[in-house]
């Protein structure tokens, strides 16, 4: 049996979006399923690709799973004047639910769509019927980016090491600090062409140098995730190499309030490793009495 290419990947992936016009940056979103409505939102350097395992999986739970591209990612647009810092895309998430008629709706978060989706929180505290959290961080004053993005934050540097990022390169990168399971070659390549797609990446670079580490933003996060009045969880890639249970996990559990970080297994980008377990954890954390 031939294998798809890396080109059919997502060729195959960008038939399956629907377009979505939101003010200050059009974008694509992918559904499947019916019921409640969940948001899925991803971090770099991915896009809703990362999700296309767990979107199934949500929709045989009766669940409907809505993964979109932030801006400058994937097969969003990427205007230059667009504010990509963690409260703009919090505000451009916003005006997405607002476009998708969503109101209310479970939401999912994964590394920097953690501060986003928090963000968010703080914006629609009402709209939020649970939230399940993934390898993320929320003591963002303290954040140190790991070694395999700090490059990216650095003018000049960033721009060199983002044009020599081969396809290639990042499989082997993806096997080493994201992925446990045996994704297909192909798959984990595809997601360089969608982080460079029409502008080399320099929405991505803007993405890396708009991170908010101030004690404010901060404080806002952490003030609406311990003042919610919706259930919430921690699930964690256990072998993340790059945001490790320890420290980060057990900030996410001190600050919602759980009794434990569930372990699932997998790295950084779990939902590549644990598409089922994630979705069931969701449906369940969204059931009647599920808090």
């Not at 409260?87 to 607002?98: E, I, N, P």
Request: net charge neutral; glycine share 10%; charged share 25%.
């Amino acid at each position: 049996m031939t294998s798809r290419t890396t080109d059919q990947v997502i060729s195959e992936w960008s038939a399956l979006g629907r377009r979505l016009d939101v003010p200050g940056a059009g974008t694509s979103f992918y559904e499947e399923g019916s019921g409640e409505p969940v948001v899925c939102l991803h971090g770099v350097p991915s896009s809703a690709f990362l999700y296309r395992k767990v979107l199934p999986e949500l929709a045989a739970r009766g669940r409907r799973g809505i993964a979109l591209d932030l801006p400058g990612l994937g097969l969003a647009d990427r205007p230059k004047d667009f504010n990509y810092s963690w409260s703009g895309l919090g505000a451009w998430t916003q005006a997405a639910v607002d476009a998708l008629g969503l109101d209310r709706f479970h939401l999912v978060v994964h590394d920097i769509g953690g501060p986003i989706g928090f963000d968010l929180v703080a914006r629609i505290p009402d709209r939020i019927a649970s939230l399940t959290v993934l390898n993320t961080m929320v003591r963002v004053a303290s954040f140190k980016r790991p070694w395999s993005m700090e490059p990216f934050a650095r003018r000049g540097i960033g721009e060199v090491y983002l044009r020599t990022l081969h396809p290639v390169a990042f499989e082997r990168l993806m096997r080493l600090q994201g992925v446990a399971t045996t994704v297909p070659a192909e798959e984990l390549r595809a997601y360089v062409p969608l982080l460079k797609r029409g502008d080399g990446g320099a929405a991505f670079l803007r993405i890396m140098r708009g991170f908010e580490r101030t004690e404010r933003f901060e404080r806002r996060i952490l003030t609406a995730l311990s003042g919610r009045s919706f259930p919430a969880q921690v699930l964690w890639g256990e072998a993340d190499p790059a945001l490790r249970i320890e420290p980060y996990g057990e900030h996410l559990r001190e600050a919602l309030g759980v009794d434990a970080v569930v372990r699932l297994p997998g790295k950084h980008f779990v939902q590549e490793d644990a598409p089922e377990a994630i979705a069931e954890h969701v449906a369940r954390l969204g059931a009647p009495g599920g808090a």
